[in-house]
Structure formats: C-alpha cells, structure tokens
C-alpha cells in the first residue's frame, strides 16, 4: 500500500445538472468530491467526462490533474500498470508546462506504483526528481524516508527498511502529516515478509482503527486479509474466521468490480476516440485543406479495419474461453469415469486397488463433501474407509499430483460451473463463490485458479459473460 497524492482543489457542492452541461473544472471538482468519498465508480466516470471537455475546451490544467486522479482510482484498485501509464501521462504534461507542483504530485504517485510493480529503477528516479524539485518543504523529508523505506522494501532489505520507516513515522507524527496510516501499514507488510508476527499484528490493529476513524475502508479491508493470513499461520481458527467475515462485509459493498468495469470500459473508449481525433487533425494541418476528402474516407477505412480487428480478438477470446471450459469438463469426465478390467486379469491386490482409486473417485465427485472447508486427506480416507497412506498413495500414482492439488482441480472445476450458472450464481461476488467452494483464503483461491486456468477469476468470469453474451445474439 502506498500513499496517493489527490489534487483535491475548492470541493463546492454542485447543483444537480447533467454532466455534459457542467464545465471541465465542475466536473473536475465533482470528481473530487466522489473520490474523497470514496465513491470511487463515480468519480472514475466523471473524472472520464472531465478529461474530455478540457480537451475540448483546451485546459491542458484540468486535463492533466483530472488524468493524475483517474491514475489514484486504478492504484485503488491494484491496477498498477494502468495507474503507472496514467501517472506518467500526467507527468508529462506538467513537465511540458513547467508545472512543479503536478511533477511532483505525480513524482510522488509514480514512487510507489513502480516499486509496486518492482521497477527499482524507474522508483528511484522519481525519488530523486521529488528530492530535485522540492515544491512541498514541509513534505519532503517525509517522502523522502518514506520512499527510501518502500525501495529498501522492493530490494528486500528489510530491517533497513523498518529504519527508514521508523524515521517517516516519527516525522509525520511530528509535523502533523496525517501519514501514519500508510506507514504503519508498510511496516506491518515488512514485518511480515520476515515472519515477525506479533510485530505484524501490532501495526495491522493500527491500521484497522486508523482507517476506520478516517472512513479510509480499502486499507481496513487490506489490513484485515493480511491479519487472516497471520493468524492462519499461527492456527489461530477464530481469528481467521473473524478477520474473513469483516474483510467479505467491506470488501462487498466498497468494490462493486461490475460497475468499475463498466466505467473503465467507457473511458477506455473514449481513448480510442481521442487516439483517432489527434491523429485526423495531425494529418489536417500536415497534409492541408485541399484533402480533407481523402482523410475522411483513410478514417473510415481506418475506423472499419480496427473494428474488425476488435470483433476477431473479441471471438478469438470467447473460442479460447470454450476450449478452457472444455478442458474442464473432460477432466470431470475423467474423474467421473471408472476404467473396469477383466476380474481374471486383475490379481486381489489390483482388485484392492482399483476399488479404492474408485472410492476415491465417488468421493471427489461428491461436490458438498470436497467444498467443505475443512475436508483433508484425513477425512477423505475416513469417508472411504481407508487410511491416509493408501489413499495418498492411490492418488499419487493414479492421478501424477498430490492431494493438495486435486482437491484444488476439483474445487477450481466447481468454481468454475458456479461462474456459468448465472441464474443462480450471478449475483455472488468472487469472494463468495471462493468460499462456496471451501476456499477460505481469496490468496490461496486466486494463486490456485491462475495456476490452473491461466487468468484470474474476474477475468474468467468477464469472457463467460462475453460467450453468453454472443450466443445469445
């Protein structure tokens, strides 16, 4: 978690109007407003119109501020390549304009999204223009302790990063900065990467009642998710539990992801539509007057081609999507499927062993006993009347993989049918359907289902929606 420089400027209350007839800077401020309530669906939707009209009117101000916030929104979301684009567009302009204070905003920004994505390099770049520049004299110290701390982090040196955040914290305590939340919950991070538990734990409790006195729910729900992970390697079980069901209750009404799609979809194609409309005055003012007939027809076969290009990728996506959804039904098939030889060719102990492979096989088909959070090797070899030597025994050498990653094949399979059943399913979040397949750790969920399917689950679900989408047509 890092912290996000906002330019928050005059947040007026603004009568209730239409966003197209609201100026740039009306819809700048309006996204402000959104944004420090942490409404983040509608200030991303406005912040899109507000980059808009000051193109059109020409406020290149409004115009780079409002993309600097679009770049907090995704960094929100943990979208941090597109953030990083974002931020250094922003940059960009206010180095072209010899505006020190975005520099330095989007400097500050820039830090800690790339030490976020490991690029070392590019952090400390930043850090040494923010140093450079100076524009903020009561800050500076601070980013520059609380930066050197994030970069000590990323290079895994971590007990000098603890120092450097140390130091931040006693300046921001000091000066009154209002930054120890951030802090607090890079130090718990740290603590926690060299398995310093109770040290970890200590700061998380700062950061939960930091953040829910400041109403700042995306780094409380943070905080609880890291401390579940904690008390489960301590087999603390209630703590777990308790620390899931306060991160599920936040998470769900803060990150309505449908609805953020929905407006990252708009303003992606509003990119596209600004990309085309500099490219034809570019060729305008270079190629003159006299063509303008010409330009017009290049764009439309331009516009025809990129729309045709979009529709192949679009069901180049959905054919990949079927094949993935394909492979998961003939491994249900195979799991299903009991391969019976001649009794004469099979000795006792063969009969012995194909008739456990066979309860092992009813058992894993058995979708209420495997999405128990609690089922194990134990249990199953109990349900099966056997002992957990055979039967790991049976499944390592009739199915190539251990317990552990067949019951998470199994599980993922039955996730993925859930995604498909969208009338009965398509309301549950991806958390819930994690847990309605005994997942109790989103960590664990999301590591299993790329590994096995090759994306993530929100992905997974937004091309099942596009292939019914499609068939539907």
């Known amino acids: 978690m890092f912290i996000i420089c906002i330019l928050y400027t005059n947040l007026p209350v603004i ?7 609201l100026s740039a800077e009306d819809l700048k401020n309006k996204g402000n407003t959104y944004l420090k309530d942490n409404q983040y669906i509608k200030a991303l939707t406005v912040y899109t119109e507000a980059m808009k009209k000051a193109v059109r009117e020409k406020n290149s101000n409004i115009e780079s501020e409002s993309i600097n916030n679009i770049g907090t929104i995704y960094a929100v979301f943990k979208d941090y390549e597109t953030s990083v684009r974002y931020f250094e567009k922003a940059f960009k302009l206010a180095k072209e304009r010899h505006d020190n204070r975005l520099m330095t905003i989007s400097a ?35 980013y520059h302790e609380y930066h050197s701390g994030q970069i000590a982090t990323a290079k895994k040196r971590y007990a000098e990063a603890i120092s450097f955040y140390r130091q931040a914290l ?16 890079d130090m718990a991070k740290v603590f926690k990467s060299y398995a310093e538990t109770d040290s ?11 953040s829910l006195r400041q109403n700042l729910f995306e780094e409380t729900c943070d905080a609880y998710l890291d401390m ?24 769900d009404s803060l990150f309505n992801i449908r609805n953020f799609n929905t407006a990252k979809s708009e303003l992606i194609e509003y990119e596209n539509q600004y990309q085309e409309i500099r490219m034809m005055r570019q060729r305008f ?11 017009v027809v290049i764009c439309l076969i331009i516009t025809h081609y990129y729309y045709g290009k979009l529709r192949v990728s679009r069901m ?8 993935l959804l394909r492979s998961i039904n003939q491994k249900a098939s195979q799991l299903s499927s009991s391969v019976i030889f001649p009794m004469e060719t099979k000795s006792p102990e063969e009969l012995r062993r194909q008739r456990l492979v066979n309860d092992i096989r009813n058992a894993l088909n058995d979708t209420k006993l495997i999405c128990d959070p609690n089922f194990s090797l134990q249990i199953l070899a109990s349900h099966i009347n056997s002992n957990t030597k055979y039967v790991s025994a049976a499944i390592n050498e009739e199915f190539n993989m251990n317990f552990k ?22 309301n549950y979040t991806i958390s819930a359907i994690a847990q309605e397949a005994g997942y109790n750790s989103m960590n664990s969920f999301i590591t299993a289902f790329k590994r096995l399917m090759g994306m993530t689950p929100s992905k997974y679900r937004e091309l099942s929606l596009q292939s019914n989408e499609i068939k539907s047509e």
């Open 170 to 185: 006693r300046i921001s305590d000091r000066d009154k900065l209002n930054s120890s939340l951030k802090v607090c919950q």
């Open 15 to 21: 009568a209730s109007k239409t966003l197209e007839s």
């Open 228 to 251: 579940a992970e904690l008390y489960r390697l301590n087999g603390n079980i209630d703590s777990v539990a308790k620390c899931q069901e306060s991160y599920i209750v936040l998470a």
């Open 285 to 295: 003012w270079t190629i003159g007057l006299g063509i303008i007939a010409g330009i």
């Open 108 to 142: 500050i920004n820039l830090v800690s999204a790339c030490v976020s994505l490991c690029k070392i390099a590019d952090a400390e770049y930043y850090a040494n223009v923010i140093d450079s520049l100076s524009y903020f004299p009561m800050l500076t110290p601070f």
């Open 405 to 426: 990653t067949l019951l998470n094949e199994r599980r993922i399979q039955e996730v993925c049918r859930m995604m498909m059943d969208n009338d009965k399913y398509g």
């Open 316 to 323: 180049i996506l959905v054919k990949t999507n079927e094949e």
């Open 200 to 210: 970890a734990l200590k700061y998380y409790r700062r950061v939960i009642e930091m």
